[in-house]
């Protein structure tokens, strides 16, 4: 008898132990989540600086070789041209 009542001890104590650590790591879980969602906004947010930063960078390119910088005129033209084509994309999404 004294067996049973030690095993049904031993029982319970790894059961507390169990779900003590359950609770642990459900806690921790939920911190890990948190953190990986913050971590995500952050890298949208750089990722759009960045991009809008790179658009910044390509208008400055275009000014510079539409006010004649050491760039050959062709290059003016292609870039024009490509401008072109982007408002004509623009405009068909914004019709559709």
């Known amino acids: 008898m004294s067996n049973t009542v ?3 001890h ?3 104590d790894k059961l507390k132990s169990l779900l003590s650590n359950y609770e642990f790591l459900m806690k921790e879980n939920e911190i ?3 953190n990986t969602s913050k971590l995500q906004r952050q890298l ?3 990722e759009q600086f960045i991009e809008q930063q790179q658009k910044e960078y390509n208008l400055l390119k275009i000014a510079k070789t539409i006010e004649g910088s050491d760039n050959s005129t062709r290059d003016t033209k292609l870039k024009i041209n490509a401008l072109i084509r982007e ?3 623009c405009i068909v999404q914004l019709s559709e």
């Open 87 to 89: 408002i004509d994309k």
């Open 6 to 8: 030690e095993a049904i």
């Open 44 to 46: 949208l947010e750089k």
């Open 32 to 34: 890990l989540l948190q």
């Open 10 to 12: 031993l029982l319970e």
